[in-house]
């Protein structure tokens, strides 16, 4: 029969932990495993944004995003013009900004934003 | 240096917490305090010392990862113990070492007498000695503070089968650490 004084003795016994004489170098390895994953995971995070940036302004530059969004709000935009020119005859608001150059703007402003968040992690990184 | 200073005279828990919201250097501390535990309950299961410090690491790295799940209901260390003390076992599961731990301990192996223990021992020799399956047993409930249920759930053993590895484990152990004219220290662990 085992008694409750040895087990808790066994208790105090498993609780007393040996320095070893390589402590300090394991908790560096341990430290050092640490910032590799979270490097890494920084790294991918930050490379999986730009490429959902890239992805996203080829997307607005391939489907025309900005047609498609002329077409819809037609109706509504003919309203405007007619207005306006009542205002200002002679004078198509729409007609000054044409929608190609629309289209390059919004790409570019994608494109400075992620250049942005990448050079913000590389300074980071350093 | 100031920052390690008044890092070391956190609670565990604040520093768990403080973990939890992303503070590597809090956990760092948490590393240098329990390290040493981790790595002697891993040998003591009975890794060997290169294994058990693999384990160690990925014991950490672990518990980094799921470090907002500890509650501060337990001690951290219990908590990170019985981290190390799963995935050892899953690891030696893997490598199809775990049958070893089902058999019974030898029942042809001569009982121990007190007079046997001609000088107290210390945990580790004790230990050492044990059948695997008592071994394990014992450590895992008294080492990583599981209970019977926690242990044969995690060994995958029958209840009843633990039970009887951690009770013929301490019977053992105690004819073997205990002898009453000596004074010897225990709980040194051998490491090599």
Redesign the interface.
């Known amino acids: 029969m085992v008694d409750l004084e040895f087990e808790r003795r066994l208790e105090r016994d498993f609780a007393l932990a040996a320095s070893f004489p390589d402590d300090v170098a394991f908790c560096r390895s341990i430290d050092a495993r640490l910032n590799q994953d979270w490097v890494l995971r920084r790294w991918l995070i930050g490379a999986a944004g730009v490429t959902g940036g890239v992805i996203g302004a080829s997307q607005l530059l391939m489907n025309n995003f900005v047609h498609r969004v002329e077409a819809l709000s037609q109706g509504s935009s003919k309203v405007l013009e007619a207005g306006f020119s009542q205002l200002r005859p002679g004078v198509t608001l729409l007609g000054l900004v044409s929608s190609d150059v629309l289209v390059a703007w919004v790409a570019a402003g994608l494109a400075v934003v992620a250049i942005g968040f990448v050079l913000t992690r590389v300074i980071e990184e350093i | 240096m100031s920052g390690l200073q008044s890092l070391a005279s956190h609670h565990d828990v604040d520093l768990a917490n403080l973990a939890a919201a992303g503070d590597?250097r809090a956990?760092?501390e948490l590393?240098?305090r329990h390290?040493?535990?981790v790595?002697?309950?891993l040998r003591?299961m009975g890794a060997a010392p290169s294994e058990a410090?693999d384990v160690?690491?990925d014991t950490?790295?672990t518990a980094?990862e799921s470090v907002s799940e500890f509650r501060g209901e337990g001690a951290f260390?219990g908590w990170v113990k019985k981290i190390a003390a799963r995935l050892y076992i899953r690891r030696i599961r893997r490598e199809k070492r775990l049958a070893l731990l089902a058999a019974e301990s030898a029942a042809d192996e001569a009982p121990i007498k007190l007079t046997d223990a001609v000088t107290r021992m210390a945990?580790d020799e004790a230990l050492i000695q044990l059948p695997p399956g008592e071994r394990m047993a014992?450590?895992l409930c008294?080492?990583a503070g599981m209970s019977h249920s926690e242990a044969a759930d995690v060994l995958n053993l029958p209840l009843g089968t633990v039970k009887s590895h951690v009770?013929r484990g301490?019977?053992k152990?105690?004819v073997r650490m205990?002898t009453p004219e000596t004074n010897a220290p225990?709980?040194?662990?051998a490491?090599g």
């Open positions: 590597r956990f760092g590393v240098r390290a040493a535990g790595r002697s309950l003591r410090d160690a690491q950490f790295l980094f260390a945990l014992v450590t008294y080492g009770k301490l019977e152990l105690k205990t225990s709980g040194r662990l490491h």
